[in-house]
């Protein structure tokens, strides 16, 4: 068998990192050597601990957990409760709750005692806005180099979400976007105009119907069930700095048009099956003092700039193999099955 792959995986959990983090648990492809939490979809709060019960509902206990910023760099937090539900997990509740796993050091300083203690080259997945891996590089400078790549789920050349033109983890925290951009580190970034087309169909989400897993469950739960919110809930989410309002005229609506694009998943494939990707490498900058275009990622795709290619920052994405990747989930998710 091939050697597998180390990484680290910075995560905002939210409903899709957890369907990233089921996958990455699953594949036989990747040594998991830490999970960092990071503010984002929600507050840490809930990402932090949502990841640990998660781990735990994995089977992987053991993972070690370092909880990280519980704010962007230099702005308040913002936040997408209105996809994610106010706890992150559309209301979901564990039936087993843990903090065994959580580490003493910050996850800046974990992730760099992690890099410090590995010979091989690590890949960072980030799932989230990307402070903590920017305090790692402005910390500890020279390990940059023992970085294999980040893997990022963020960028968009013409789409958004929140917003048109940006996407929510660059949004949250652009400052940090740009540092891990301009650090000499392999940067790969799984923009959403790709991943729109990374989905579960409906066919498929009845063959997960048929899975005996308390995994299957949760994802079915979390992933695949509608946006169900009290009206406490709606009141909580809209008060709680959130990037946009809801009400139950929006709710209905947004369950109705919604597409399963498995976005935080699509970028762990990648990392576990880069095979079903291509990319390619152009110049991005981000827009740090925009009024209405803040977070808005510049990829030069027709090389407007006349960038060398050693200047050429961001590997972008550019296609995914939508049924691999619908297989590559099923199979994952389905390897939890019991008995
Ligand atoms: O809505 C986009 C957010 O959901 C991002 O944080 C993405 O990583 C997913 O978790
Ligand atoms: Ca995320």
Known sequence: MN???PVIIDCDTGIDDAGALM???????????????????????H????TMNLLNLLGRPEIPVAKGA????????????????FNGLRGYQFAQTTTAAQVALPAAAYMAKVLEEQ?????????GPLTNVAILLLSRPDLAPKIDKIVFMGVSYQDGNPTPITTFNVLVDPEAFR????????????PLDTLRSACVGASEVEKIRTFKSPVADFILKTSFAPRQFTDEEIAQINKS????????????????????????QATMAFVIAPELFTFKKYYCEVECAGTITTGYT?????????????EKNLYFIETVDEQGFAKLFLDLLGSYEEG
């Not at 996958?23 to 709060?45: F, P, W």
């Not at 990037?243 to 976005?263: D, F, G, P, T, W």
């Open 3 to 5: 050697k597998k792959i």
């Open 119 to 127: 010979d091989e080259k690590v890949t960072i997945v980030a799932l």
């Open 23 to 45: 996958m990455a648990c699953a594949s036989e492809r990747l040594e998991i050597l830490a999970v960092t939490t990071v503010s984002g979809n929600v507050g840490l709060e």
């Open 70 to 85: 519980d704010r962007p760099l230099v702005r308040p937090p913002m936040k997408a409760s209105a996809v994610h539900g």
């Open 241 to 264: 700095g959130n990037e946009e309002y809801i009400n139950r005229e929006r709710l209905e609506l947004l369950n109705k048009s919604e597409k399963n694009a498995l976005l935080d």
């Open 179 to 190: 540092i891990c951009t301009t650090r000499g580190v392999d940067f790969y970034a799984c």
């Open 47 to 50: 990402t932090h601990p949502n």
């Open 298 to 310: 510049f990829v030069d795709k027709r090389n407007n700039f006349q960038k060398s290619e050693e």
